[in-house]
């Protein structure tokens, strides 16, 4: 990982970590957050100040597989041994999965050309515990056909202003969503389902016992957009809306017409795409 003389090197951090116990990715004052905890112990590992800059500011409760975050430093240290040294050093629930020499120009945030998303329901009559802190209930066997049809029309550049958060500042509320797709995984947030592989719901909730996937990749996320997406297709697909009313909320760029948010326990960052 060698650089030139004097040259600070810009390193690359993928990451991984449980969202449960902090107050989301960014620095706030009085709240543990993973962008904190991470500079930290870069700071104590590198022996100076160190401004890391992340590609997604995940809220409160969310997880990522794949978090993509840069700094600058002037230190020699390895790939190998930062790697080691940080996950010596971090709690059991962030882990850093690599550790990459990057170009000077490289930044984290502002060269992201895409995102991927996955929001985890566990279609299950009955609760499973173990799952409490990282899917989303539903009881009911979800209707899934219908969520796929509803979620044809958020598809391509849409204002997307009626699935904002409350409170978010943007200069524009225009985003593209690449692909949506709806199916069953073997609650793996990394497994990628193909559209047609959902397989049928068993008609006894009893005997229900799927984790349903919704993986969401676009070239850019407004403030909670993911989960007020996901909220809205629930309702349909527990019946209390139909597909038509998912392009009447997106027409109407009315928040409040898009139902509620999903819980932040069930959503994922999987991957951040240069």
Same mark, same amino acid.
């Given at each position: ?50 401004? &890391?800059? *992340?590609?997604?500011?995940? @809220?409160?409760? =969310?997880? $990522?597989?794949?978090? %993509? #975050? ?15 040294? &940080?996950? *010596?050093?971090?709690?059991? @629930?962030?882990? =850093?999965? $690599?550790?990459?020499? %990057? #170009? ?15 929001? &985890? ?32 029309? &958020? ?120």
């Amino acid at each position: 990982m060698g650089s030139p003389l004097h040259m600070p090197r810009n390193i690359k951090l993928t990451i991984a970590y449980d969202g449960t116990r902090y107050a989301g990715w960014q620095i706030q004052p009085g709240k543990e957050t993973i962008q904190g905890i991470l500079t930290r112990i870069l700071e104590k590992i590198l022996q100076h100040k160190v401004t &890391l800059i *992340g590609a997604s500011r995940t @809220d409160a409760g =969310v997880h $990522a597989l794949g978090q %993509v #975050a840069h700094f600058h430093t002037e230190s020699s240290i390895t790939g190998f041994k930062l790697l080691g040294a &940080l996950n *010596g050093l971090l709690p059991e @629930d962030i882990a =850093v999965q $690599a550790v990459q020499e %990057v #170009a000077p120009q490289f930044h984290a945030r502002k060269l992201a050309k895409k995102k991927t998303y996955r929001y &985890l329901i566990l279609n299950s009559a009955i609760r499973n515990p173990l799952w409490i802190t990282r899917a989303r209930h539903a009881g009911n066997p979800l209707k899934i056909k219908e969520m796929r049809q509803g979620a044809r029309c &958020l598809v391509g550049r849409h204002d997307f202003r009626a699935f904002q958060g409350r409170k978010a500042a943007t200069k524009t509320s225009v985003r593209t969503i690449e692909s949506i797709v709806i199916g069953s995984c073997r609650g793996d947030p990394c497994d990628r389902p193909g559209a047609d592989r959902m397989g049928r719901i068993q008609d006894s909730p009893l005997r229900t016992s799927k984790m349903i996937g919704i993986t969401i990749t676009g070239n850019g996320f407004l403030k909670q957009m993911v989960r007020n997406i996901v909220g809205l297709l629930l309702e349909v697909g527990e019946g209390r809306r139909s597909p038509s009313d998912v392009k009447k909320v997106l027409a109407s760029r009315d928040r409040t017409q898009a139902g509620a948010c999903a819980p932040a326990c069930g959503l994922y960052l999987i991957q951040v795409d240069y």
